[in-house]
């Protein structure tokens, strides 16, 4: 064989085994798919290339509520000068991250809105951000020590309750059967009615609740610094004391009626430590060496009339003796809604509230205010 017919028939070889090579298939770069996570719920997923399942939703809201409608001096149709409505326009965005580990689920959770009101006023709300360990929170979210914060659709007029988001520290130990034992570190800022110095020491919360099918209840007790500047504490006088507030409730479904119907009752009462018992802030929780005491009563209902339609009805009464040298205060509200969903997460609803506050030496306020809402929640 000559050499020439060699070189041919390797050339041959290189050609026939090079084709065939560009016939073999290509493997794909890999991808990553998102993966639906159902350990914690519906509408979780899987982050892609993580063990961490995410949730993410969102709330627009609009409404306009036309404020106080008593024609008196403090009543915005009263006075020139001042708003009849307030129209609001809001954006929500909720992301809750869970990621299970040896030692309890190590969960964060972010909830924040911006607003625009009458006249393009815009502003951003950071609502909630906590990280939850096991049964340790730490973060931005609602009082340990709250217990019901209303049932009306709206809430056109305060009520006499305990309503506050705070930034904290807190353990909870569930002792199975629905009960648990929840102990806190709260910002006393979010808590002080009068004029306070500054931070020194934060609240402490303890909250004793059972969770079962017939509904809720709590017991909730806080320690507060009352701790007041400097104008009124003559800079050297020492005039600390130690503010306190106890609470109970409860919040009981109604077999009879719809899913979702329920009624709810609680009482407060508090000494040195007002913003436990009412959001009303026209009082104080001191006067020199003394403290305001006071107490506060509420109820509510809530019945799902039909499948889309629910109804709601909140009232509550507050009783303030106020530290020598003040006004004692009472006041009551109440406040009912009416709400239609006719699709899933979508509800349109209206909403009408009264409230009286009758200050001593000063004569009483009435109140009344009507508002619609239109929510899309996703």
Request: net charge negative.
């Amino acid at each position: 064989m000559t050499f020439k017919s060699l070189m041919l028939g390797a050339a041959a070889a290189a050609a026939a085994t090079t084709a065939q090579a560009a016939d073999l298939p290509v493997a794909p770069e890999p991808v990553d798919y998102v993966r639906v996570c159902d350990a914690y719920g519906a509408r979780f997923y899987y982050i892609p290339g993580t063990e961490t399942c995410l949730r993410v939703g969102g709330r627009v809201r609009t409404q306009v509520v036309v404020n106080n409608v008593l024609d008196n001096d403090s009543s915005p149709w009263g006075n020139r000068d001042e708003d009849g409505y307030s129209w609001l326009a809001r954006g929500y965005l909720y992301l809750d991250a869970r990621t299970a580990t040896e030692f309890g689920t190590l969960r964060s959770y972010i909830a924040m809105y911006g607003s625009s009101t009458n006249g393009d006023n815009s502003s951003f709300t950071l609502d909630n951000a906590y990280i939850q360990w096991g049964g340790l929170t730490a973060g931005r979210l609602t009082s340990n020590f709250d217990i019901f914060t209303g049932q009306a659709f709206i809430g056109v007029v305060d009520r006499d309750w305990s309503d506050v988001t705070t930034n904290q520290i807190a353990y909870t130990a569930a002792f199975g059967n629905g009960f648990s034992a929840t102990i806190a570190l709260e910002d006393r800022s979010s808590r002080e009615y009068g004029d306070y110095g500054g931070t020194r020491a934060p609240d402490a919360v303890v909250a004793l609740g059972v969770s079962q099918g017939w509904g809720s209840a709590q017991l909730s007790g806080a320690l507060h610094q009352v701790y007041p500047d400097v104008a009124n504490n003559n800079a050297t006088s020492g005039e600390d004391n130690l503010g306190w507030a106890i609470g109970g409730g409860a919040v009981i479904n109604l077999p009879f009626a719809n899913s979702g119907s329920n009624i709810f009752f609680q009482g407060f009462y508090a000494d040195g430590a007002l913003a436990y018992i009412t959001t009303y802030d026209g009082v104080a929780d001191y006067n020199g060496d003394d403290t305001s005491t006071g107490y506060s009563l509420s109820a509510g209902a809530y019945i799902q009339a039909t499948s889309t339609i629910g109804l709601a009805l909140d009232g509550s009464y507050a009783d303030i003796d106020a530290a020598a040298g003040l006004n004692d205060v009472t006041r009551y509200a109440i406040d009912g809604s009416v709400q239609w969903e006719p699709v899933s997460g979508f509800v349109l609803g209206a909403d009408v509230g009264y409230a009286n506050v009758d200050v001593d030496t000063q004569g009483d306020t009435d109140e009344l205010l009507f508002g619609v809402r239109m929510q899309r929640t996703f």
